[in-house]
């Protein structure tokens, strides 16, 4: 079983910033599209960023501009700048070959355990 390992979630005032990341078997992270999604109970799990193995980003709508998303050294991470109170859900680390939409929570199949973020 692939194992991703998310950590750097906590509370933040709006306006801060928090940096997550996600350590990955060096396969996964040579060779996958890994991404950010977070999700709030009641809602869908929504995609946040990508970076797929040919470097390519992308960004939902709502983080442009404020999530900065990259890698280094079988790490994923997400820099999150300018935090808003809508920002706060559980965010996960998931990665997956072969993915054509980035945002969609079913083409993954290798997923973290979550890491919290509170933004008040």
């Known amino acids: 079983q692939v194992q991703l390992v998310e950590s750097g979630g906590g509370s933040v005032q709006a306006g801060g910033s928090l940096r997550l990341s996600c350590v990955a078997p060096?396969?996964?992270?040579?060779?996958?599209?890994m991404a950010w999604f977070r999700q709030v109970p009641g809602k869908e799990r929504e995609g946040v960023a990508a970076?797929?193995?040919?470097?390519t980003i992308s960004y939902a709508d709502s983080v442009k501009g404020r999530f900065t998303i990259s890698k280094a050294a079988n790490t994923l991470y997400l820099q999150m700048n300018s935090l808003k109170v809508d920002d706060t859900a559980m965010y996960f680390c998931?990665?997956?070959?072969?993915?054509?939409?980035?945002?969609?929570?079913?083409?993954?199949?290798?997923w973290g355990q979550g890491t919290q973020v509170t933004v008040s």
């Open positions: 998931a990665a997956e070959g072969g993915v054509v939409r980035w945002w969609d929570p079913r083409e993954f199949g290798a």
């Open positions: 060096r396969y996964i992270y040579n060779a996958y599209c």
């Open positions: 970076i797929d193995s040919d470097g």
